[in-house]
């Protein structure tokens, strides 16, 4: 029964860590205005992501412009697209995986092979964590850096996005999650080893020794 709550509550962070993990991915706040001294410059406001950037001004426009060109893109930007898209590719990957391997569901009748399922489950999620993880620790470090480093002009000072604290959730969820399936693990074959206990491998095996 234990098992089944950790593999449950694992299935629901890593439904959470895949949402938030397209929308740190799509949403085009990766980088926000700084604050300049004591004001903030509000007369036009631009909003930076991965597909596009958003320039916002006060009279209420918004105009969006997405970045067409990959090759005019800078490596980095470049980077974050690829690992950010094959995080939650791979996030999706392990999400079907787990259901799979899950011990409520019938896909599977082999406990050992449910069991392997759910262990390479647990890898994905954390390969999956890594990858998520790597794009928005580097960006969020570049726009610090360059925030405390008095060469950079202040109009050119960007602050943290929202998408940027979208993906570390994310991240941290899914690694979270490749522990709660582990523990299932754990759970799930200590209670098949225990003295007593016949798989249905085992106990169809001992019926045909009587028949």
Same mark, same amino acid.
């Given at each position: 029964?234990?098992?089944?709550?950790?593999?449950?509550?694992?299935?629901?962070?890593?439904?959470?860590?895949?949402? *938030?993990?397209?929308?740190?991915?799509?949403?085009?706040?990766?980088?926000?205005?700084?604050?300049?001294?004591? !004001?903030?410059?509000?007369?036009?406001?631009?909003?930076?992501?991965?597909?596009?950037? *958003?320039?916002?001004?006060?009279?209420?426009?918004?105009?969006? !412009?997405?970045?067409?060109?990959?090759?005019?893109?800078?490596?980095?930007?470049?980077?974050?697209?690829?690992?950010?898209?094959?995080?939650?590719?791979?996030?999706?990957?392990?999400?079907?995986?787990?259901?799979?391997?899950?011990?409520?569901?019938?896909?599977?009748?082999?406990?050992?092979?449910?069991?392997?399922?759910?262990?390479?489950?647990?890898?994905?999620?954390?390969?999956?964590?890594?990858?998520?993880?790597?794009?928005?620790?580097?960006?969020? !470090?570049?726009?610090?850096?360059?925030?405390?480093?008095?060469?950079?002009?202040?109009?050119?000072?960007?602050?943290?996005?929202?998408?940027?604290?979208?993906?570390?959730?994310?991240?941290?969820?899914?690694?979270?999650?490749?522990?709660?399936?582990?523990?299932? *693990?754990?759970?799930?074959?200590?209670?098949?080893?225990?003295?007593?206990? !016949?798989?249905?491998?085992?106990?169809?095996?001992?019926?045909?020794?009587?028949?």
């Amino acid at each position: 029964m234990a098992s089944v709550a950790l593999e449950i509550v694992g299935l629901l962070l890593s439904v959470s860590g895949l949402v *938030c993990s397209i929308l740190s991915c799509a949403l085009p706040l990766w980088t926000v205005p700084a604050f300049q001294g004591a !004001n903030m410059v509000t007369a036009l406001q631009t909003w930076e992501g991965l597909w596009m950037d *958003c320039i916002w001004q006060s009279t209420g426009q918004l105009a969006c !412009n997405s970045f067409n060109s990959l090759l005019s893109l800078g490596g980095k930007l470049q980077a974050a697209r690829a690992l950010s898209t094959t995080a939650a590719a791979l996030a999706a990957l392990g999400i079907l995986v787990s259901v799979v391997g899950a011990s409520w569901t019938e896909l599977i009748r082999r406990p050992t092979c449910k069991v392997r399922l759910t262990s390479v489950a647990g890898f994905i999620f954390l390969l999956t964590g890594v990858l998520q993880l790597i794009p928005v620790s580097t960006t969020a !470090n570049s726009i610090i850096s360059d925030f405390y480093d008095d060469s950079v002009p202040e109009h050119s000072k960007r602050e943290l996005g929202p998408s940027l604290y979208l993906g570390i959730a994310a991240g941290v969820l899914f690694i979270v999650d490749a522990c709660f399936l582990w523990a299932s *693990c754990y759970r799930r074959r200590g209670r098949d080893t225990q003295p007593g206990h !016949n798989t249905p491998v085992q106990a169809d095996t001992s019926l045909r020794q009587y028949v």
